[in-house]
């Protein structure tokens, strides 16, 4: 029997609905992903949002969740939303990936993104910059790390190889650049080695400038990273057509392209389905294997 995959368009103004209609008209899913699109959608001009469109992709994720939980749903995969739109619509988080764990019920959840030979994880998320150091804890790296080398585990039978990257340059110089590699990180990678024994391998901190390299040229399968854009710009730069955003942690699988709703481009006929695609895709394989 087909996997029910509950796909929600996001903001309908935006390429949703172009790159939902391409990736299942594509030939390129797999036979047992049995689509299912989530949601009522105004019809509204392309390239327009409006509070009206941001409640339909909010409306859509409530209903997405409540099947979800039900067992109607598989997995689902989320369409691109645009966030400043949903919170003028009364959206109260930070992004999809929370509202899925409050609406679940989970506070151990993480967001991860795969794509082509990079998979990163995130310790901290959608913060500025400048309260990394401070937000940066022990318990939350290894909360992650764990959140990830399950994810692995799900995926392969091997045992994961991970890399956590250093949050400073040449990860602290030995601690002539900052403190955080060896007051937070180290300790908290050798919990991980600890805690994980043979299970997983875990190596760090790791200098940040090279361990994406090291990940690329098969060293590691994924790496830990301290902030949102240590991990994303590389993931971008490296496979930008085909990112998958996976929410680690929930009771079933979630996955979403990794772009934006691309608001300039929408009905132009040049929005790319690959990351839906692999969206679907990656929801297919984790519902099959039981979920990361």
Known sequence: MPLRIGITLGDCAGIGPEIVDLALKSGRLPDSAGCVIVGKYPDCPLGKPTLETARAAATALEEAVTLARRGELNAIVTGPVHKA?????????????????????VKNFAMLLTGGKITVALVTTHIPLSEVPGVLKQAEIVRVGQLLADFLRCRSNKTPRIAVAGLNPHAGESGKIG??????????????QKTSGARSTIEGPLSPDTVFH???????????????????????????HDGVNVTLGLPFPRTSPDHGTAFAIAGKGIARPDSMIAAITLAVELATKGNA
């Open 214 to 240: 090291r990940a690329m040229e098969g060293e590691f399968d994924a790496v830990l990273c301290m902030y949102h854009d240590q991990g994303l710009i590389p993931l971008k730069l490296h496979a930008f």
């Open 85 to 105: 739109r949903m919170y003028e619509a009364g959206f109260k988080f930070p992004g999809q990936t929370e509202f899925f764990a409050e609406r679940c019920g």
């Open 179 to 192: 403190r955080e590699e060896i007051e937070i990180i180290a300790p908290a990678v050798l919990e991980l």
